[in-house]
């Protein structure tokens, strides 16, 4: 293992950049894992990072010390606790961080999809790529103004569904909404039918827009079927994320209703 004690060193620097500058990400094709279980978890389904990351007081936890001792052929860099915490996307890091390659993005949209228009808020777009995994969803697609798919803070808040999901990120949703050969459901707030009331069958795009100005209009219209979530009286919307684990979670419901009505 190679230890580095200075904010001067050149590795360093370069690790610096990646953790903070998106551009950097994007044209070198990497981004940054922060945590045992994120680690972990691409260790298991995708396999041996570039390199692990590691402070001196994460080197004593039990948990770190278990990914070092089963990975001992990944390049190990030692950090002081001062330099980790400058490349960390949280207050207080557990002490482990892995540099990987970002995956190449699907020519095209397959099986059922979630399409993000301007979601803004990491917290928010990760959290509808963990629940679009966990409902069996196939891929997600960020479009313009959305949280970048691939930030270390979107990737903590999706807790590995990022290795379920294949994630593209595009420039033109429209386009790809005409493309889809599937059904495509816009979320809005108001003047949709009730989600509850549509049938939620075969491949399916679910559109999720921004937190505060919803889809755009050029999305929730055309072919799309407008759905909203009936709410109780005086309120006026769900946050994004919760809307969306109540609509995936609505047709995995369906699919299984189907299922025992047929067995």
Known sequence: MKTITSGDNSRFKALLELARDARERRSRGRTLLDGPHLVSTYLAR???????????????????????????????????????RQLSCV???????????????????????????AVQDAGNAGAILRTAAAAGIDS???????????????????????????????????????????????????GGRSLYETELSGNLAWLFGNEGAGL????????????EIPLAPGSESL??????????????RQRLRKKGEQL
């Open 46 to 84: 995708v396999g041996d990072p570039e390199s692990l990351l590691v402070s001196e007081a994460g080197r004593e936890r039990p948990e770190v010390a278990g990914i070092l001792a089963a990975h001992g052929g990944v390049e190990t860099l030692i950090l002081r606790d001062g330099l980790f």
């Open 91 to 117: 207050a207080n890091p557990v002490g482990i961080l892995a540099v990987i390659a970002v995956p190449p993005p699907p020519k095209a949209v397959a099986g059922s999809c979630v399409i993000l228009d």
């Open 140 to 190: 997600a697609v960020f479009g313009p103004g959305c949280a970048g798919a691939w930030t270390p803070r979107v990737l903590r808040a999706a807790q590995g569904a990022h290795f379920s999901l294949a994630i593209r990120e595009a420039e033109d949703l429209p386009a790809l909404v005409d493309a889809f050969s599937g059904t495509v459901l816009a979320t809005v707030a108001h």
């Open 216 to 227: 755009s209009p050029q999305l929730a219209q055309g072919r799309v079927a407008r759905v």
């Open 239 to 252: 946050n994004v994320a919760a809307a969306a684990a109540v609509c995936l979670f609505e047709a995995v």
